[in-house]
């Protein structure tokens, strides 16, 4: 802050208990083990680590749970609501239970992360309600204030949706109620642009397939190539089931002919991101029908596992994966993330003419235009090529080739019929023959 500016310290109108306060943004610091880890057919182990809480307060949330029977991931749930019901009581009492559902529960847990920051800063025990007006200058120092703490710009941006999500009575959009704080991030913003994920090359994405099957991590490599050719999110390609692979009818014609992933299915109640269910995407181009085999070698196998995970590793360990494979490849240039693939896949279709920007933003399934119009600059897959060395790029080539062939043999040998190969060409060929639409 300028110099001989009054910062905002309100009156401490409600006392604070005495002793370490609880720090729910160690909720948000979630740690995902494989189940394979733990010894367990499916699923994910959840754990969130919390800090010691003070004589008489509620119980932060703390989750651990393991793969199981259907009864006991119920009670879990239960538990789990629970838990997060006496997070919102503790900060915002007022909020009930049916109007703080209206957002998911992970953003519930990051909300509630920076409200209790906020209420720290005012030194009050639970969010006080106040007016937008009387909000808006009250925003505007802490925003200010963390700025000059250097805090993350992204974390202290949420506090104005945080706060309309935990005062309905608010109600508007975040400009009309807070202008001045707006102004504030429109400022912070300008002088610290957010980092954008760049493309992820189409050799670098293969060429990581290629080494994550070398070390035996069939179906995390599969993971790499659907979600570069589907431009999934990292979440959606997780949470894929078994039933979720739809095997190509081979008396069709166009999608259905293909083989399909419905993500976001109906049976599992978990929407997208933005808020769509049942999102059918076909493996309709010539190019990537070869990744259908893969993912219908699997579904055979398991057709007693319907809830089967087609990526058998969780978040954390992919990331492992990833961090080990961009070190051998020397591709740490690149700075590749599991979201680049998502963004790699939308841009080398557009460079490559392969699909119009409508059909690119429909199957990555943006809601606004100019969240699809970004992949339209084609030269940022080059650019970033250009970042690596010419015998990289020839190493990264090398594998590219190989990665089909790879993949293909690999899960024939896995998943297909025992002492049967005819089986596994003709899943070669009910895939390879599939018609374009």
């Known amino acids: 802050m300028g110099c001989g500016k009054r910062?905002?310290?309100?009156?401490?109108?409600?006392?604070?208990?005495?002793?370490p306060g609880t720090r729910v943004r160690a909720l948000a610091s979630r740690r995902w083990t494989s189940s394979t880890a733990l010894g367990t057919a499916g699923g994910l182990t959840e754990v969130a680590a919390a800090t010691p809480q003070p004589r008489g307060a509620r119980p932060v949330l703390q989750l651990v749970a393991a793969s199981g029977s259907r009864q006991a991931s119920d009670r879990r749930g239960q538990r789990h609501n629970v838990e997060l019901a006496c997070l919102r009581e503790r900060l915002v009492p007022r909020l009930t239970s049916l109007q703080a559902?209206?957002?998911?529960?992970?953003?519930?847990?990051?909300?509630?992360?920076?409200?209790?920051?906020?209420?720290?800063?005012?030194?009050?025990?639970?969010?006080?309600?106040?007016?937008?007006?009387?909000?808006?200058?009250?925003?505007?120092?802490?925003?200010?204030?963390?700025?000059?703490?250097?805090?993350?710009?992204?974390?202290?941006?949420?506090?104005?949706?945080?706060?309309?999500?935990?005062?309905?009575?608010?109600?508007?959009?975040?400009?009309?109620?807070?202008?001045?704080?707006?102004?504030?991030?429109?400022?912070?913003?300008?002088?610290?642009?957010?980092?954008?994920?760049?493309?992820?090359?189409?050799?670098?994405?293969?060429?990581?397939?290629?080494?994550?099957?070398g070390f035996s991590q069939e179906r995390a490599a599969l993971g790499c190539v659907v979600r570069f050719e589907t431009y999934c999110r990292v979440g959606e390609v997780l949470a894929l089931r078994m039933f979720q692979i739809v095997a190509p009818d081979l008396?069709?014609?166009?999608?259905?002919?293909?083989?399909?992933?419905?993500?976001?299915?109906?049976?599992?109640?978990?929407?997208?991101?933005?808020?769509?269910?049942?999102?059918?995407?076909?493996?309709?181009?010539?190019?990537?029908?070869?990744?259908?085999?893969?993912?219908?070698?699997?579904?055979?196998?398991?057709?007693?596992?319907?809830?089967?995970?087609?990526?058998?590793?969780?978040?954390?360990?992919?990331?492992?994966?990833?961090?080990?494979?961009?070190?051998?490849?020397?591709?740490?240039a690149l700075q590749p993330t599991p979201h680049c693939f998502r963004h790699g896949g939308a841009s080398h279709d557009r460079a490559a003419g392969r699909r119009p920007l409508q059909e690119v933003q429909r199957r990555g399934m943006w809601k606004v235009h100019s969240?699809?119009?970004?992949?339209?600059?084609?030269?940022?897959?080059?650019?970033?090529?250009?970042?690596?060395?010419?015998?990289?790029?020839?190493?990264?080539?090398?594998?590219?080739?190989?990665?089909?062939?790879?993949?293909?043999?690999?899960?024939?040998r896995l998943y297909g019929p025992p002492g049967s190969s005819a089986s596994s060409s003709s899943c070669s060929q009910v895939v390879v023959s599939c018609p374009r639409p």
């Open 101 to 213: 559902n209206r957002v998911k529960e992970r953003t519930q847990i990051t909300y509630l992360a920076i409200l209790e920051r906020l209420v720290e800063y005012l030194q009050y025990r639970t969010l006080p309600q106040f007016s937008a007006a009387a909000w808006d200058p009250i925003l505007v120092d802490f925003i200010e204030r963390r700025y000059d703490q250097q805090e993350s710009r992204e974390a202290t941006v949420r506090v104005l949706y945080a706060l309309l999500w935990a005062s309905p009575h608010l109600g508007g959009v975040v400009r009309s109620c807070f202008p001045q704080a707006w102004a504030s991030v429109q400022g912070w913003t300008r002088l610290s642009p957010p980092a954008t994920r760049p493309p992820l090359p189409q050799q670098a994405a293969h060429a990581t397939a290629s080494k994550l099957l």
């Open 251 to 332: 008396r069709s014609k166009g999608a259905a002919g293909c083989p399909t992933i419905v993500l976001n299915a109906s049976e599992l109640h978990m929407p997208s991101k933005t808020g769509e269910m049942d999102s059918s995407i076909a493996f309709d181009l010539q190019e990537h029908r070869w990744v259908g085999m893969p993912l219908v070698a699997p579904k055979n196998a398991f057709q007693d596992k319907p809830m089967e995970h087609v990526v058998n590793v969780s978040y954390g360990v992919f990331l492992g994966l990833l961090e080990r494979a961009v070190q051998e490849l020397g591709i740490s």
């Open 371 to 412: 969240s699809g119009a970004r992949y339209d600059k084609h030269g940022r897959g080059g650019l970033q090529l250009q970042l690596l060395p010419a015998p990289v790029r020839d190493a990264l080539e090398y594998r590219t080739s190989l990665v089909e062939h790879d993949c293909r043999s690999r899960f024939n």
């Open 7 to 19: 910062a905002f310290r309100p009156p401490p109108v409600q006392p604070r208990r005495a002793g």
